[in-house]
C-alpha cells in the first residue's frame, strides 16, 4: 500500500527528514543515520531544499540514493525561491527521470542575508502558484505546508487557513506541519480548517528536542514561529538528561496525536536518528507502526 493510500484510509505514516549536508563529516553523519532510519522501515522520507537552489544537486542527488539505493520512497522538496518557472521545470524534469514521484511544494524562506520574499520575476510567488503549475505540466503527487501557530507573514490565522485550502485546490495529496510542541493548537487548527473545507491529510512535524539552544528566541523553533509552551521548559528542565527528557516528551506528545486519529507523524531529524528512533520504538511498543513480518525477519 503506497504512504498516500495509508494517510487517506486511517493508518499512520512514519517518515523522517533530512536535508543535504555542507561538509564530508556531514555526509558520512547523515549516511549513518539513513541506514539506520532504512532498518526501521518508514513510510517515507523527504530532502529538503535549500534557500536559492543552493542544494538543488545534492537535493535531487539524494532523493534518488535514497530511493535506488536504501529502497525508500523519497520526496523532494522544492521552493520557488530565485528560480523561474523554467528552472524549475528542468528541475521537475530531473526529479522526473530519476524516478521520484513525490514533491513537497514549497514557497521557500528568503536567502541567507535577505528578509523579505521576493518572488524571482518569471516565478512564483506562492507555494499554492507552484502546487498548480506542477500539476499542470507534471505527474507527481504532492505534499504542501501547513502552521498550526499561523505561518509569520500570513495576513491573519483565517486567511493562512484559507491558503491551505488554496494548496489543496491547486492539487496537493496532503501537508506535513511545522514544529509545534502544544497538541491542542493542533487539534483547534484541525477542526478549524475542516470547518473551512480543507480536507487533506494533515501530518504532525515533530521534533524531539536535544538541546535548550533549539528553543531559545534565535534558536531552529522560535525563528520559525512555533510557540515554546511553559510546560516543555518545565518537562526538560536544565539538567544534563535534556535528551532523554525530549524523547519521552515527543513520545508523549505523538502518543497523544495518534490517540486523536492524526494521519501520520514525520521527524524532524536534523540529520541524526537517535532521538527520533527512540520516540518509534516507544511508540511501537504502544503498538503504533507495527513492522511488516517480512521486513522484522530481515533485520
Ligand atoms: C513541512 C515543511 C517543509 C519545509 N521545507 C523547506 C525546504 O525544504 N526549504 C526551505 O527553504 N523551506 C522549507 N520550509 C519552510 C518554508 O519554506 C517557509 O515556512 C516559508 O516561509 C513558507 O513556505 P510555504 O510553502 O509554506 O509558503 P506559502 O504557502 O506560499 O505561504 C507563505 C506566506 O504567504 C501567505 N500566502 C500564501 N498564498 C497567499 C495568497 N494567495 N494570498 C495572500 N497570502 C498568501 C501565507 O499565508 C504565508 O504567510 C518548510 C516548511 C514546512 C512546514
Redesign the pocket.
Known amino acids: 500500500m503506497s504512504f498516500l493510500d495509508k494517510l487517506h484510509n486511517g493508518t499512520p505514516t512514519l517518515s523522517f527528514e533530512f536535508f543535504p549536508p555542507k561538509n564530508p563529516d556531514g555526509w558520512s553523519t547523515l549516511y549513518q543515520t539513513l541506514g539506520n532510519i532504512a532498518r526501521r522501515n518508514p513510510d517515507y522520507v523527504t530532502v ?2 535549500g ?1 536559492g537552489g543552493s542544494t538543488r544537486r545534492k537535493t535531487v542527488d539524494l532523493v534518488s540514493r535514497i530511493q535506488d539505493e536504501l529502497g525508500i520512497e523519497a520526496m523532494a ?1 522544492l ?1 520557488c ?1 530565485g528560480h523561474s518557472r523554467d528552472e524549475l521545470t528542468e528541475i521537475l524534469s530531473s526529479l522526473q527521470a530519476a524516478g521520484i514521484k513525490y514533491i ?1 511544494a ?4 528568503p536567502p541567507k542575508g535577505q528578509t523579505k ?1 521576493v518572488a524571482h520575476e518569471c516565478g512564483f510567488a ?3 502558484d507552484l502546487i498548480a503549475f506542477i500539476k499542470d505540466h507534471f505527474d507527481f503527487h504532492l505534499g ?2 501547513f502552521y498550526p501557530e499561523t ?1 509569520p ?3 491573519s490565522p483565517e ?2 487557513i484559507e ?1 491551505l485550502r ?2 489543496q485546490d491547486s492539487g496537493a495529496d496532503f501537508a ?3 514544529i509545534f510542541f502544544d497538541n491542542d493548537t493542533f487539534y483547534r487548527f484541525r477542526d478549524k480548517a475542516a470547518r473551512m473545507g480543507v480536507t487533506l491529510p494533515l501530518v504532525a ?1 515533530i521534533l524531539p528536542v536535544t538541546s535548550l539552544a533549539q528553543l531559545a528566541p534565535d534558536g531552529i523553533c522560535q525563528r ?1 514561529g512555533t510557540g515554546v509552551p511553559q510546560s516543555l521548559l518545565d518537562f526538560l528542565g536544565t539538567g544534563d538528561d535534556i535528551v532523554d527528557r525530549g524523547v519521552q516528551y515527543a513520545h508523549r506528545q505523538c502518543r497523544d496525536l495518534l490517540e486523536h486519529g492524526v494521519p501520520g507523524i514525520h521527524f524532524y531529524t536534523l540529520n541524526r536518528s537517535p532521538s527520533s528512533l527512540r520516540v518509534t520504538e516507544a511508540l511501537r511498543a504502544d503498538g503504533y507502526f507495527p513492522v511488516p513480518k517480512l521486513a522484522a525477519a530481515s533485520r
Open positions: 529538503t531544499y534557500a522538496h521552493t525561491v513537497m514549497l514557497r521557500g524562506d520574499f506562492y507555494a499554492s504542501c505546508s505561518h507573514e500570513a495576513e486567511r493562512d491558503v488554496l494548496k506535513v506541519s511545522q512535524g520559525s
